[in-house]
């Protein structure tokens, strides 16, 4: 067990024996979650959908701190995507807001534990005050690099390739002789963070809902049926050990450890 696991897996649990199972030398450099449920969650208890939210933020917190001390590099968060503006008025603006509660609350932890936040999504429409508070944020851990947490806000994957289409046909002096994949990823949002290895979508949904749709081409996807607010280390662990339990082979016969 690495010294950052010591203390936060307790002995003799569940986690501690998937703990044990854990290859340390190969795990998902990045981990991307559609963290779906926090509605039925809610529904469950006869709560309003946004105690769901609220609930959720905890998962949050745990799923951060969890890859932090397992040593994941890249946690990608699909928060908030372009779809979720059809909701009700006052949901959006509750999830919205505990975002900023949650920015305001854990910039701290994020120092201390040298996290850096960055953000994908178009920003112009995030409301004002929670823009401020992500860009604070992003400049205060922007030279961090022990765990970059990507929150996916206003995010929607097609319009992210249109974005880069744009920016090319904008770029005067771009050889489009020389355009192929790798320089085509230059364009997206993710241009400086790997592909995800890992894709996790929670609350049992078998759909990717307009996430990460050029960067998920080879990820390994691991759905659980458990919700957004009831996810909890031990099922982080899980996906992990089952992670490692698959051959990708990227079209070869033989399993790759990397694509590139
Ligand atoms: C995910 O939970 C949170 C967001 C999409 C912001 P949902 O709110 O989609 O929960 P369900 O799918 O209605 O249960
Ligand atoms: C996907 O969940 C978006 C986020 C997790 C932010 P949704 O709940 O919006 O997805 P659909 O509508 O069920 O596909
Ligand atoms: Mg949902």
Not at 22 to 32: C, E, G, M, V, Y
Not at 144 to 149: F, G
């Given at each position: 067990m690495n010294e950052r696991l010591e203390g936060f897996i307790k002995p003799g649990t569940e986690e501690?024996?998937?703990?044990?199972?854990?290859?340390?030398?190969?795990?998902?450099?990045?981990?991307?979650?559609?963290?779906?449920?926090?509605?039925?969650?809610?529904?469950?208890?006869?709560?309003?959908?946004?105690?769901?939210?609220?609930?959720?933020?905890e998962s949050v917190r745990e799923?951060?701190?969890?890859?932090?001390?397992?040593?994941?590099?890249?946690?990608?968060?699909y928060a908030f995507s372009k779809e979720n503006w059809k909701r009700p008025k006052k949901e959006v603006a509750t999830l919205w807001r505990l975002l900023e509660d949650?920015?305001?609350r854990e910039d701290k932890v994020l120092v201390e534990n040298k996290f850096r936040l960055k953000i994908i999504g178009q920003r112009d429409p995030i409301p004002a005050s929670v823009r401020r508070e992500l860009e604070r944020v992003e400049e205060l851990t922007r030279n961090?690099?022990?765990?970059?947490?990507?929150?996916?806000?206003?995010?929607?994957?097609?319009?992210?390739?249109?974005?880069a289409v744009k920016r090319i046909l904008k770029d005067k002096g771009f050889e489009h002789d020389g355009l192929d994949e790798e320089k085509f990823s230059s364009f997206l949002y993710t241009s400086d963070i790997p592909d995800p290895d890992l894709l996790i979508r929670t609350s049992g949904e078998l759909r990717v809902s307009n996430f990460l749709l050029w960067q998920i081409a080879y990820s390994e996807i691991w759905i659980t049926k458990e919700l957004w607010p009831d996810f909890r280390k031990?099922?982080?662990?899980?996906?992990?050990?089952?992670?490692q339990k698959r051959e990708r082979r990227f079209g070869d016969i033989y399993p790759h450890k990397e694509r590139n």
């Open positions: 501690e024996s998937l703990v044990k199972q854990l290859d340390f030398s190969s795990l998902p450099r990045h981990i991307a979650v559609i963290m779906d449920g926090n509605g039925r969650w809610a529904k469950k208890r006869r709560l309003p959908r946004i105690e769901g939210h609220r609930a959720g933020s799923v951060v701190e969890t890859c932090g001390r397992v040593g994941i590099k890249f946690l990608t968060l949650y920015l305001k961090n690099d022990r765990l970059t947490i990507v929150l996916a806000l206003n995010y929607g994957g097609r319009t992210e390739i249109v974005d031990k099922h982080l662990l899980q996906a992990l050990v089952d992670y």
